[in-house]
């Protein structure tokens, strides 16, 4: 820690928050980006859970959600995103700006989708993977866990294999997985 206070609140240690902040008094937020492939919002989302809290999510009022959509918790949901029909979103999600989530999609639990991307209808993001600016999905794929879809990939046909990153249109995979790219194993750190 390096200051007391941060825009005008207190900033709290991670080790004193069970004293400062009960889980009965308090929601959280784990508000951490993509950092070491998603790992670590995951671990400290997981961690506080255990504490015994329970999560706030953000769902910003410029953005179009469908009223039977079901959004898990710890998920923030930027403007301008237009989620369809019957969509799920799992917990610890990160949506940011302009997106469509087509009808019927699952993203399960720790993705992140970067900005303006277009996932069709009846899709299934895997736990994990981020999907880059200007990707686009088709209808029914499948996208497996720990996935990475740069910037502008196009997949049209369901992927199966955990950690890879892809590349182009159409989409084909790297030589390197996400673990080796972030150092990290396929269950964690």
Aim: hydrophobic residues 40%; contains cysteine; glycine residues 8%.
């Amino acid at each position: 820690m390096t200051k007391d206070q941060l825009f005008g609140k207190p900033v709290t240690a991670f080790e004193d928050i069970l004293d400062n902040y009960p889980p009965a008094q308090v929601k959280l937020f784990t508000a951490i980006t993509f950092t070491k492939f998603n790992r670590v919002r995951m671990r400290l989302y997981s961690k506080c859970k255990e504490m015994g809290y329970s999560f706030a999510n953000y769902v910003s009022s410029r953005a179009f959600v469908w009223r039977n959509v079901k959004i898990g918790e710890n998920t923030f949901i930027f403007e301008d995103n237009t989620i369809q029909y019957n969509v799920e979103i799992g917990n610890n999600v990160v949506l940011w700006s302009g997106n469509h989530i087509g009808h019927r999609t699952r993203i399960n639990d720790n993705c992140f989708l970067t900005s303006h991307v277009v996932v069709s209808g009846y899709c299934n993001i895997g736990e994990n993977s981020f999907i880059g600016v200007n990707a686009t999905i088709g209808d029914f794929v499948e996208i497996p866990k720990d996935s990475l879809i740069a910037a502008g990939a196009v997949i049209v046909k369901s992927l199966t294999t955990p950690g890879l990153i892809y590349m182009g249109n159409p989409a084909k995979p790297t030589e390197k997985t996400v673990y080796e790219k972030f150092g990290i194993g396929d269950e964690g750190e």
